[in-house]
């Protein structure tokens, strides 16, 4: 556990979970939320012993987007807060895999963090919303980026200029999210996710993320050629070993990241 005013961390056993933790106002942004994230996911990226990392909130949302209230008070802006719109990248970019657990409402910054993930599980009845046309600004946290991405160019043009909310049984419709969970059934269902993924040998976590991200940015020719040499990589470790030896024996794997 660490001490954070907004943010819940924990890393137990190969998996950080991170939690917004303004429950209250169903984990609306401020500036110290920014802040914390920020430094919470870059943390999660460069802690070794990770291997997965969980995005959820605490209470009945995942994240709204700002909290207006706050905002609109004149809290303070904070030194630095620029680099912090890089949370964004940070998660769609670091070497584990980042699981977005929206257990509520999603939208504005909320909705571009979950989209940064790599998968992305609901709950029953949540809803979701780019929202950033309702305040009248362009909006932030790369969603227009990652979103054509998930759900193709021409209905992500529409979720962000024909903005309104959706459901998570239209997220699912959509491809936006993986898999939809009652509400009874989600947080062991996602943590059942989770620790599967976090059982994986960290070394191909890494370069299989990696291989993902070369995707995006490079011509086919030039990926295979990358993507060849992690392989080769990856398959002379300990861990591949183990693998193999683990299956022969029919028993479960132990990885060290070797």
């Given at each position: 556990m660490s001490d954070y005013k907004t943010i819940i961390y924990d890393v137990t056993n190969h998996r950080a979970t991170i939690t917004l933790n303004r429950p209250d106002k169903l984990n609306g942004i401020t500036n110290t939320m920014m802040r914390e994230l920020y430094e919470c996911v870059r943390r999660a990226a460069d802690d070794r012993e990770v291997r997965v990392v969980k995005l959820t909130g605490a209470g009945r949302?995942?994240?709204?987007?700002?909290?207006?209230n706050a905002y609109s008070s004149g809290e303070p802006q904070e030194e630095g807060r620029k680099e912090y719109f890089h949370i964004t990248s940070v998660l769609h970019e670091m070497p584990k895999v980042t699981v977005?657990?929206?257990?509520?409402?999603?939208?504005?910054?909320?909705?571009?963090?979950?989209?940064?993930?790599?998968?992305?599980?609901?709950?029953?009845?949540?809803?979701?919303n780019s929202a950033f046309l309702g305040v009248a600004i362009s909006g932030d946290m790369a969603g227009p980026w990652l979103l054509p991405r998930i759900v193709?160019?021409?209905?992500?043009?529409?979720?962000?200029?024909?903005?309104?909310?959706?459901?998570?049984e239209e997220a699912l419709r959509i491809g936006m999210v993986n898999q939809v969970f009652?509400?009874?059934?989600?947080?062991?269902?996602?943590?059942?996710?989770?620790?599967?993924?976090?059982?994986?040998?960290?070394?191909?976590?890494?370069?299989?993320?990696?291989?993902?991200?070369?995707?995006?940015?490079?011509?086919?020719?030039?990926?295979?050629?990358?993507?060849?040499?992690?392989?080769?990589?990856?398959?002379a470790s300990e861990d591949s070993k183990e693998a193999f030896k683990a299956f022969v024996e029919k028993r479960e794997a132990v990885f060290k990241g070797r």
């Open positions: 949302g995942f994240c709204p987007g700002a909290d207006l977005a657990a929206i257990n509520g409402a999603c939208a504005g910054a909320g909705f571009g963090w979950a989209c940064a993930c790599d998968l992305r599980y609901a709950v029953a009845g949540a809803s979701f193709g160019a021409a209905k992500a043009r529409e979720l962000y200029f024909l903005h309104g909310k959706f459901k998570s009652d509400a009874d059934s989600f947080t062991t269902e996602v943590d059942n996710i989770v620790d599967r993924i976090a059982k994986s040998a960290p070394l191909a976590i890494g370069e299989m993320k990696k291989n993902f991200i070369s995707g995006e940015n490079m011509s086919l020719r030039d990926y295979i050629d990358l993507e060849t040499e992690r392989h080769s990589r990856t398959g």
